[in-house]
């Protein structure tokens, strides 16, 4: 797989560009193809999901453009945020030339307030007389989409003679179902619209849905790939590029996560099934006492085998191996064989001062495997969210 510069706007027939003024922002791409997202399984979904998945449905998973504001959720908006994202997919259509159906619409802020449509107007304004397909483009309307964000997310990648990229924002309020907060990609790639969907479903379930910052999932999360179709692709080179773009997103959010100062991967092997890994990943990562040990660089491994034992999959104390390592280091073994390995501690919280850690927990049970993204929890963390709409 082989990194390229240029974020969305290296695949052909992409253009970008963002505006900002503040706390709000507003992001637009203009992209023309076979569509497909994926959404937030919260049951207070906002109105721009609501208005999106329509559109998908009414224009047979086809977009035109996309969309998307950060200062303000529009969620918990009942029948005025509706019209609020039906507006702002209208602002992008009339610009492009097309209906409004053919657009897709993200949001993200707080929660329980409406749009300011003169704010956001003036933004679109400005963003729209930018639409281009220069790298800078890419970086404008991820920087347009950032709230608690501290960094840019994008990349971009060629293989086999395709591109596939995104960018995504995301940094709190993330243990997502089917999205992660929002997240657009884009591919030169001709992929059928039945294998596109069947695609960002696996890549999303493997990487977006196996992220966890603070274990809140979001009215807003969404996920949008759009396929402009501008070169022959294999369905199989597609799907490996798609699910390492996500996987790499995925991460790019787990290491900037609220407060974070460094980046977990938690690695489950030999479960009974995928399921069960993947169940015990997520509860490890979850797990504020987890958390809160990797802040402190604190080797107290019995959390997380406390918490694989109690994430309801099939755990056999007398079975489980354990390390940790810094990312690219030795392991350092902390259990083997359901047997306490003597004298590491020291060698172990040395790992943990790392940027980027690898937990890995056998099971010794079975072939399943599964991976989970997450980072520490720091006093940041509740500074960031303790005073958020204040």
Do not use: Q
């Not at 992209?31 to 009414?58: C, H």
């Not at 501008?230 to 996500?246: I, P, Q």
């Not at 991967?265 to 958390?291: I, N």
């Not at 959390?303 to 309801?312: D, L």
Request: include cysteine; glycine fraction near 12%; aromatic fraction near 4%.
């Amino acid at each position: 797989m082989k990194r390229i510069d240029g974020g969305i706007c290296a695949v052909e027939g992409v253009r970008a560009a963002g505006a900002r003024r503040g706390k709000y922002g507003v992001a637009l791409i203009a992209a023309s193809g076979p569509a497909a997202g994926v959404f937030t399984k919260n049951r207070i979904r906002a109105a721009p999901l609501e208005v999106t998945s329509d559109s998908l449905l009414a224009s047979g998973g086809h977009l035109e453009g996309v969309i998307a504001n950060s200062g303000c959720a529009n969620a918990y908006t009942g029948p005025r945020g509706v019209e609020d994202a039906r507006w702002m997919a209208g602002l992008l259509a009339g610009d492009l030339g097309v209906g409004a159906d053919r657009i897709g619409v993200a949001s993200t802020g707080v929660i329980g307030r409406y749009l300011d449509r003169d704010i956001l107007a003036g933004l679109f304004n400005e963003a729209r007389e930018r639409l281009r397909s220069e790298p800078e483009a890419s970086e404008e309307a991820a920087k347009a989409i950032m709230t608690t964000d501290t960094r840019v997310k994008e990349i971009a990648v060629e293989h086999a003679g395709f591109r596939v990229a995104g960018i995504t924002k995301g940094a709190g309020m993330i243990e997502p179902n089917m999205a992660t907060m929002l997240a657009f990609l884009y591919t030169d790639a001709r992929v059928s619209p039945e294998a596109l969907r069947e695609a960002l479903l696996d890549a999303a379930d493997e990487s977006f849905n196996m992220l966890i910052v603070d274990g809140d999932t979001s009215t807003n999360d969404i996920v949008l790939l759009t396929a402009t179709g501008k070169v022959e692709a294999d369905v199989g080179d597609f799907r490996e590029a798609l699910s390492y773009v996500c996987v790499e997103l995925a991460k790019m959010m787990a290491r900037d996560g609220e407060g974070a100062t460094k980046l977990a991967e938690m690695v489950v092997t030999g479960a009974l099934g995928g399921e069960d890994a993947r169940l015990v990943a997520k509860t490890v990562m979850r797990s504020s006492l987890v958390k809160t040990a990797l802040f402190g660089c604190d080797p107290n491994w019995g959390r997380i085998v406390a918490a694989a034992g109690r994430s309801g999959a099939e755990v056999d104390p007398e079975k489980i191996t354990l390390s940790i390592s810094a990312a690219g280091g030795d392991e350092v073994f902390l259990v083997r064989d359901g047997k306490i390995v003597d004298g590491v501690l020291a060698e172990a919280e040395e790992a943990m001062r790392a940027e980027e850690l690898l937990i890995t927990l056998d099971l010794g049970l079975g072939g399943g495997r599964g991976r989970a993204f997450g980072c520490d929890l720091s006093y940041d963390y509740v500074k960031i969210n303790a005073d958020y709409t204040t």
